[in-house]
């Protein structure tokens, strides 16, 4: 077909137009022909082959899976006080002293539905990438996956029975009571779900670890209900650890020699189980235990710990370093919690006012020189450690003006952050943390964060009939 002239001298002169020649130029330029090399390069075409790959298809369709479109439900769900009066478990968990932790499970009697499908969806889910799904939900899924741990642990176990577990003297019965109403209540509205199944949870331990899990099960499954401050979960605590804290003063020996460590152990009446066991034995009871949420699979355990809204991670392969990792991250946390804390009663020069002389001079000199080393990080509360945090706490102005109302006991907050520095240390030199030190860890840092996030919520509650 011919093209008329008209149109052929048209088309010649768009093809000649100014605009038509700037794009050849640009067309020409060496940027634009390696953007070209780029886009052929193998780099680019493995990027193509990657997103039809089974892995992307994968996270296609768990987007749009019933596990996803539950965490677009969870997130709009009201987990008010109200909604869970409202809720199925009113009675479970209605009664005076349950904590905010327990406000995460406020849906549960109208969402039982949803998470039945997604936990089947997570059971579909092969290796470590349930993991990824779990931690992903933040919150609400892990809380729905460690209260059921606990719940199956203790919810046939009779009050009287539970005391004697723990130990708990019979004045706290009726706390006790509360705790194991709420496991039948989660028991009974999970049970269809098979969670351990969908997370590999379902695997048994020796007689005494088990004898351990469901210690541990009470002092989560109190520490849920009740509050870590209240004198059961306390009851629960001692009966694992005695009278052990970590402390920074144990002489070198103690780090480097197993058997004096277990010695130390036994001689302050630390469960036999937990003086035992390997670190990643100890890892699977943690989560068993519902004491935190986590996975198995393939022969790996994860847990995942929650500080302040951050799900953490520790793999049962480098228990370790996943210790270390939560406890710097809590360090962390703490510093933004302090600094929040005492701006507001002293103002944005609160380090200045606040902060004994030795600590301020050390934090200005560790940031000069940090600034001329190029770092960015300004705010002189970074550059203290974990030890300067607790002196800052625990200084008479500060605790009485504003900690003594979050942290339920001055001695009980010096020996937990103690041992959090006791632990930090020989982790970031290498030595491998044992079983006992890193459930202790666990126990503390969860503890911890519950009254940081609480905000002197247990005092509320403890004066609450006042």
């Known amino acids: 077909m011919k093209v008329p002239k008209k149109i052929s001298h048209d088309i010649r002169g768009i093809l000649d137009s100014p605009l038509q020649k700037a794009l050849r130029d640009v067309d020409a330029l060496p940027a634009m022909r390696a953007a070209r090399e780029l886009m052929d390069s193998p780099s680019m075409r493995m990027a193509r082959e990657l997103q039809d790959s089974p892995t992307m298809r994968l996270m296609r369709e768990l987007e749009d899976s019933p596990t996803m479109r539950m965490m677009r439900d969870l997130h709009s769900h009201d987990f008010s006080i109200a909604g869970r009066l409202a809720s199925q478990f009113a009675g479970a968990f209605a009664a005076a002293g349950v904590l905010q932790d327990y406000s995460k499970l406020a849906a ?255 934090a200005r000199s560790n940031r000069t020189a940090a600034l001329a080393n190029g770092e960015q990080e300004k705010s002189l509360i970074s550059y203290l450690d974990l030890g300067d945090l607790i002196a800052i706490i625990l200084r008479n102005d500060n605790w009485d003006s504003v900690f003594g109302s979050v942290f339920p006991n001055r001695e009980s907050l010096r020996f937990d952050l103690n041992a959090l520095v006791a632990t930090r240390r020989p982790t970031m030199h290498a030595r491998k943390v044992d079983a006992v030190r890193f459930v202790e860890m666990i126990c503390i840092v969860r503890r911890l964060n519950q009254w940081i996030d609480g905000d002197g919520d247990w005092k509320r509650w403890a004066t609450a009939d006042d």
Not at 194 to 222: D, M, Q, V, W, Y
Not at 305 to 313: A, K, L, N, T
């Open 108 to 362: 549960a009697g109208t969402i039982a539905g949803k998470l039945a499908d997604s936990f089947g969806d997570i059971g579909k889910i092969h290796g470590l990438a349930r993991y990824d799904v779990l931690s992903s939900v933040s919150g609400q899924l892990a809380a729905f996956a460690r209260a059921n741990q606990w719940a199956m642990q203790l919810h046939e176990s009779s009050a009287i029975k539970l005391a004697a577990l723990i130990g708990a003297q019979p004045a706290f019965l009726g706390e006790i009571e509360r705790v194991r109403q709420a496991a039948i209540g989660i028991s009974s509205q999970f049970d269809s779900l098979r969670l351990p199944e969908a997370l590999g949870l379902s695997g048994a331990f020796s007689s005494e670890i088990e004898h351990t899990r469901l210690k541990l099960s009470a002092l989560a499954g109190a520490g849920d209900v009740l509050g870590f401050a209240a004198g059961t979960s306390f009851a629960a605590y001692d009966r694992l650890f005695g009278t052990w804290h970590t402390s920074p003063g144990l002489p070198v020996r103690f780090w480097r020699d197993p058997t004096m460590r277990r010695q130390h152990y036994r001689d302050a009446d630390v469960d036999g189980g937990l003086i035992e066991a390997t670190p990643a034995v100890a890892l699977e009871v943690v989560i068993g235990s519902g004491l935190t949420a986590g996975i198995c699979e393939e022969g790996v355990s994860v847990a995942v710990v929650d500080i302040c809204g951050i799900s953490m991670e520790i793999r049962s392969n480098n228990v370790s370093r996943g210790a270390f990792e939560v406890i710097c991250a809590f360090e962390q946390s703490l510093r933004m919690f302090i600094s929040t804390k005492l701006e507001a009663v002293a103002g944005p020069k609160w380090m200045k006012h606040r902060v004994d002389g030795p600590a301020y001079s050390k």
